[in-house]
Structure formats: structure tokens, C-alpha cells
């Protein structure tokens, strides 16, 4: 009887997308693109934390303001978030169709599905360290502004400390959302064999979405009276949006979490799906 | 020569690809022998390249089996891939990385092991060390661009070497100097390699048996010499009666006499003797060159169109 090893599985399949990992990132950091990203994060962070600390005495008779500036940062993140994850996946599948550089993936039997989870999994990680590091950074500063608590640093629109349960799940959201944007673009930059098209239709979708849904529910609540909101919240736009708590006050934002990684299921599934059956072509030189 | 293909290091059954409505490769059948160069040959949009990146992994046959170093299926095929080189239609590698950097990430990539020590041979071998080696690929003439997608294909020693068109873009020492290593690979580890080709030079030079394909079909497998026509060399002496005398002699088969001079049969690179033969005898060449070599009679035969009208009839 043939005995496996305990750890069979690990070694078998996790082990070289870990692997892959290593090197998406030993070239991801090489990157142009992704350095000039990461150094105008870098560069907001800095300017609204020596803001802050400029302004700490300037805001006395104000309960929130202090601990308002270090959530700037959170709030920028919340809404370029999921621009970020478009434009971070763009970086990481640019040039693959192009230079051919797939082939040279999925050479010597390389399963192509660990090559695209390595790419998905390293965005996903990058974003949740950018987001780590502006939680600590916003946390730390809170904790300089004094009197209104760590959590309040983080959400301090009411000026009341939030509890640990939602900060969390702000943190929380601000992640998943931008991943689930990030499988769109993948999708689509394996639908359309170009990064370009992923690039430009998932950006085109997100911005549509942000645009038109307040207007169409504006029309339809003017028009027919209809609350289509009630419709709209479980849209890819309507969840990631309630995730990050920005949805209205009435609404648990923990539904939305199942409703964001379904859609981030479909759309890595359909992505590994396609390139799994696709033939690959050499680029273009 | 019947290939038995368990015993054989390629082996494909009724391989057919289609791109919509044109099938690029029709119902191939074909057995490589473990060991040595088997060329491919064939006029361009013949379906070498198809047929390649389909061994490769980066097709999908639309109908047919694959059996790659005597594993056959799609995981069989994936995992004798494993030790499969390739570098098919053109060297495909990140061009913001340098030379090693790229080989770096793939040696990572396809856990070949080996370290920076088996890089530094690789490139040493196909003649990039040095500031070479550092260069972005992007900024890499074609023949750098080559001789890198060689090393490449060449990472943690496969023991299928697949290599279409691998002299493309190079300087003419530069193709002497792959022919050779070619060759050396092939003799030095007993490993099969698979050369596509457009050069019916190159093939006669360096393989030891050959496939020829036209329209998608293989038309022709099996040893160089054994195709078509002998090869034939042209002489002219200072006495062609007494050369073909001469010749007759020693066992050479004098194939035409006129006028102009004699046509010998004789194998690529048997000149030489046939020079030695004559000056031996007393008698002096005065011109002496190949006739059509015996691949390119086989290769116009054997991928010969029939005419219109007699497709008709």
C-alpha cells in the first residue's frame, strides 16, 4: 500500500505557487509602474501624517478634527482602493500577452492556474500591507490626538469611539473590495488577451457604476417613486461600497461580505477557468 | 524503420490541430527515437511550429495523443514537460529584467535547481558571459536574444530539447557555434532534440533523422541519408576519362559523364576523398561542388503539390 506523506498536498500544489510568488515579486518590484504607485501612496501617507502633526493645536474646540487627519488617509484608501487593485493587476499581467512571457510561465509543465494565482495572490498581499501599514500609521496618530481612542482615529465621523468588531471590519473591507476588483480585471485581461482591455473595461465598469447608479436611482426614486437602492447594494459597485461601510447607517455591513467573495470566486474562478483551456500565443516580440 | 512508441522519447497519434477553419496540423503520427537530432522540416505555414508548441504544452490539440518521454495523457504530458526544454517561434522573456535575471526567475519558476552556478555555465555556453549577460533583454540584439532563449530551454539539463528555428538572428559564426552545440548536446547526455528548421543545410549537417511536413501533414520520417536521391558532387579534372576510370576504381558510382565534367554520388563532405582519389591517380581537379544535396531532391519531392488538372483527374 502506497502511504502519503502528511503534508502531500501542501508540497504538492501550495508550495510552488509560493514559489511563483517569490518570483512575481522579484520582478513586480522592478516594475517602473509599480514603484511610481507605491511612492504616491508613500507620499500621501507622509503629507497628511505631517499634517496631522502640524495642525494637532489647531483644532481645540473641535472634538474631531485631530483624529480626522489620519483618517484622510483610510478614506483616500476606501476610495482609490479599488482603482488600486485594477491598476496593481494591470501591472502585474502587463507585457504577459504581449512579450509572450506566458509561454514562459507555463513552460516545462507548469500548471498556468499557479502562475495566475501567484499574480493574484502577491496583489492581494501588496494591498493588504498598504492598508497594515496606513491602520498603524492612522492608529498611531490617533493615539496622538488623545482623548478619542484608537478606534476613533480610524472612524470619526460621529466623534464617538466605534468598537474593535468594526474597525475591523472596515479594515476588513477596504481589503476584500479592491481584491474583488482585482479578479475583474484579471478576467477581463484574460478574456481580451490584453491588458490594455482589462485595464480600460474595469476602470470603465467602476467609474460607470460610481456614476451612474446615484443617478438612476435618483430618476427612478423622482420618476416612479422606486427605491432601487434596495436592488443596486448587491451589485459588485452596491457591495463593495456597503463593505466599507459607506452603503447607509441601516445596513449591516458584514452582509455584504459573502456578497463581495462570491463575486471574487466567479470571477478568479472564470479566469483560471479561461486560461487553464486557452492556447497561448507568443506575443508579439 | 518502424519506432516502437513506448521506446520512443516523442510519440504522437493522429495529432490534429484546427484554428477555426484552417487545420494547421492534420492527423500527424510520428515516433522520435530517444537520442539524437531529429529535424523538421518544412515550407513556412507547414505546421512545425503548431505541432512544436503543441509538444510544448502551449497548444491544445484539437484531436490526437501526445506521449512525451514515454508518458502519455494531459498529466503524463505535464509531467514529462518537467524535463522538456523549449524555445519555440522566438525567446520569450521580461525585457526590464537582464539576461541572468530572467534566467534567475525561471530557473526559480521551473524548480530546476542548479543555482547561479549552472547560469553562469549556461551563459559561458552559449557565449554570454560577461557584461553581456547584464544587459536588459530589451535592449538585446536578436542574436543575444537567441543565444538567451537557448539557455533558457537548456535550464536544469531536459532531456527533450525542443528548438524551432534556434539560429534565427544569428551572425554566421554564431550559427556554427549552435550547429556544434547541437550536435554536442545530443552526443554528450544521450538527449533528444528536436530541431525545426528552414535550412535544408543545417538539418543534413546536424540531424540524424528528419520529418518533413507540408500543409499541415507529415509526409516524410525517418533517416537523412535514406531521402530522396543521393546527394551528387559535380567534378571537372584536367582528364575526366581517366578520373571516371579512376573513380570507377575505387568503388565510386559515377552517376553522369559529359562534356562539362563527371556527377558522383557521394554524402555531403565526402569531397575531399574524391579530390585525394584523383590526385593519387595523376590526376588534377580543376572544379569540384556539391549538386543538390540529397535532402533538397527528398524535400522538393516529397512536398511537391500535385497540379491542379492532375488533382482532378
Not at chain 1, 478614506?75 to 512579450?99: H, K, N, Q, R
Not at chain 2, 512525451?68 to 521580461?94: K, M, N
Amino acid at each position: 500500500m502506497t502511504m502519503i506523506a502528511p503534508g502531500t498536498i501542501v508540497s504538492g500544489s501550495i508550495a510552488p505557487v509560493i514559489s511563483a510568488l517569490r518570483w512575481e515579486w522579484f520582478r513586480l518590484h522592478r516594475r517602473m509602474a509599480f514603484r511610481a504607485i507605491m511612492g504616491m501612496i508613500a507620499l500621501a501617507v507622509v503629507l497628511i501624517l505631517v499634517g496631522a502633526v502640524l495642525l494637532r493645536n489647531e483644532f481645540d474646540d473641535s472634538p474631531v478634527a485631530p483624529a480626522a487627519f489620519p483618517f484622510l488617509i483610510f478614506l483616500a484608501l476606501t476610495v482609490v482602493g479599488p482603482f488600486l487593485g485594477i491598476f496593481l493587476t494591470a501591472i502585474v499581467f502587463s507585457g504577459e500577452y504581449g512579450w509572450g512571457t506566458l509561454r514562459a510561465l507555463a513552460a516545462r509543465g507548469n500548471p498556468r492556474w499557479q502562475a495566475a494565482s501567484a499574480k493574484l495572490l502577491l496583489v492581494s498581499i501588496v494591498l493588504a500591507v498598504v492598508w497594515i501599514v496606513s491602520w498603524i500609521l492612522s492608529t498611531a496618530t490617533g493615539l496622538l490626538a488623545g482623548e478619542y481612542g484608537i478606534a476613533s482615529a480610524i472612524v470619526p465621523f460621529t466623534g464617538e469611539t466605534v468598537g474593535w468588531g468594526e474597525t475591523a471590519l472596515l479594515f476588513f473591507g477596504n481589503v476584500l473590495a479592491p481584491i474583488a476588483y482585482m479578479s475583474l480585471t484579471a478576467l477581463l485581461c484574460v478574456l481580451g488577451r490584453s491588458t490594455t482591455f482589462g485595464l480600460a473595461v474595469s476602470s470603465a465598469i467602476l467609474i460607470g457604476e460610481s456614476t451612474a447608479y446615484p443617478v438612476a436611482a435618483l430618476i427612478a426614486g423622482e420618476l416612479y417613486g422606486i427605491d432601487i437602492w434596495e436592488y443596486l447594494r448587491w451589485t459588485l459597485r452596491g457591495a463593495t461600497s456597503g463593505l466599507a461601510g459607506r452603503f447607509d447607517e441601516t445596513t449591516n455591513a458584514w452582509y455584504f461580505v459573502p456578497v463581495v467573495l462570491a463575486y471574487t470566486g466567479l470571477f478568479w474562478g472564470l479566469t483560471l477557468a479561461l486560461l487553464s483551456r486557452r492556447d497561448l500565443g507568443s506575443g508579439n516580440g | 524503420m518502424t519506432i516502437d512508441s513506448n521506446s520512443a522519447a516523442v510519440a504522437v497519434s493522429g495529432l490534429t490541430k484546427r484554428f477555426g477553419r484552417v487545420c494547421a496540423v492534420d492527423d500527424v503520427t510520428l515516433a522520435i527515437p530517444a537520442g539524437g537530432v531529429y529535424g523538421l522540416l518544412g515550407p513556412n505555414g507547414s505546421g512545425k511550429t503548431t505541432l512544436l508548441s503543441m509538444l510544448a504544452g502551449f497548444l491544445r490539440p484539437t484531436a490526437g495523443e501526445i506521449t512525451l518521454l514515454g508518458q502519455a495523457g494531459a498529466s503524463g504530458q505535464q509531467a514529462a514537460l518537467h524535463r522538456t526544454g523549449a524555445l519555440i517561434e522566438r525567446p520569450t522573456f521580461w525585457p526590464y529584467l537582464s539576461g541572468r535575471d530572467n534566467l534567475r526567475c525561471l530557473q526559480g519558476i521551473y524548480a530546476t535547481g542548479g543555482g547561479s552556478g549552472e547560469i553562469d555555465e549556461l551563459l559561458d555556453t552559449v557565449g554570454l558571459a560577461g557584461d553581456a549577460s547584464g544587459r536588459k533583454f530589451g535592449a538585446c540584439s536578436t542574436g543575444m536574444k537567441q543565444r538567451l532563449g537557448i539557455a533558457a530551454a537548456l535550464l536544469g539539463n531536459p532531456s527533450l530539447l525542443i528548438l524551432d528555428e534556434p539560429t534565427n538572428g544569428l551572425d554566421p559564426s554564431g550559427i556554427i557555434e549552435v550547429r556544434q552545440l547541437i550536435r554536442s548536446l545530443a552526443q554528450a547526455d544521450g538527449r533528444t532534440i528536436i530541431l525545426a528548421s528552414h535550412l535544408l543545410n543545417e538539418v543534413e549537417q546536424v540531424c540524424d533523422r528528419v520529418g518533413v511536413m507540408a500543409r499541415g501533414q507529415l509526409r516524410y520520417s525517418g533517416p537523412v541519408a535514406e531521402m530522396g536521391a543521393p546527394a551528387q558532387v559535380f567534378v571537372r579534372t584536367t582528364d575526366d576519362g581517366a578520373a571516371a576510370t579512376l573513380l570507377r576504381a575505387a568503388g565510386w558510382d559515377v552517376v553522369a559523364q559529359s562534356n562539362d565534367g563527371l556527377e558522383i554520388a557521394a554524402a555531403p563532405g565526402r569531397e575531399w576523398e574524391i579530390s585525394r582519389e584523383l590526385a593519387n591517380g595523376g590526376v588534377y581537379v580543376s572544379e569540384l561542388r556539391s549538386v543538390g544535396g540529397a535532402l533538397e531532391a527528398g524535400f522538393l519531392e516529397v512536398t511537391a503539390e500535385p497540379e491542379p488538372g492532375r488533382a482532378a483527374q
